[in-house]
């Protein structure tokens, strides 16, 4: 990946292309995030399963995106291996007169030789960044810093000395995952 062009590993040729279906692999990691000036993204290790239908001027595109990125939790800090799983579909139409490309649709001129999706596959998986990640909450473990969770537990011991112990209210606190 650390090539002049490092992108064009990513590089699928149009015109050799035939109608039907065709698939492509490939796998996101770290070194393919960097390649992006604002990548929120430094670590990851994502299997990305490209299914392409031709028929003629018009390409379906079905991507899916599987593996996990490595986020900061919001909590501890301590850094959360975020699960991806995603499918998401586009169409690619070779035209004439190619208008804005959108989310769904990329218009690429009749003469273009190459697909690149490289840039898709980016903006797809950052489309898909938590607003909040926090181990715990999501399922998803992560190393509390030393004494963290000893500190939790006697807090939660400490609100519960002289309460009424059939107070809902107090079971659901003690619901609550401190880990
Ligand atoms: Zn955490």
Redesign the pocket.
């Known amino acids: 990946m650390k090539t002049a062009q490092p992108l064009s590993a990513f590089d699928i040729a149009l015109t050799s292309l035939p109608n039907g279906e065709h698939r492509f692999q490939y796998h996101l990691d770290g070194d393919f995030f960097e390649l992006f000036e604002a990548s929120l993204i430094k670590k990851a290790d994502i299997k990305v399963d490209c299914t392409l239908v031709r028929q003629g001027n018009r390409i379906d595109c079905r991507v899916v995106s599987n593996g996990s990125m490595d986020l900061p939790?919001d909590?501890?800090l301590?850094s959360?291996a975020w699960p991806v799983d995603d499918t998401s579909v586009m169409v690619v139409q070779l035209t004439e007169s190619p208008a804005e490309s959108t989310d769904e649709i990329l218009y690429l001129p009749l003469g273009e030789t190459r697909l690149n999706l490289a840039h898709y596959f980016y903006e797809n998986i950052h489309l898909h960044l938590p607003l909040r990640a926090?181990?715990?909450e999501s399922g998803l473990p992560?190393k509390?810093p030393e004494g963290f969770e000893a500190l939790a537990n006697q807090t939660a011991s400490a609100t519960n000395t002289g309460t009424d112990a059939t107070d809902p209210r107090w079971e659901q606190l003690k619901q609550i995952n401190f880990s």
């Open positions: 939790c909590r501890c301590e959360l926090v181990c715990g992560c509390a």
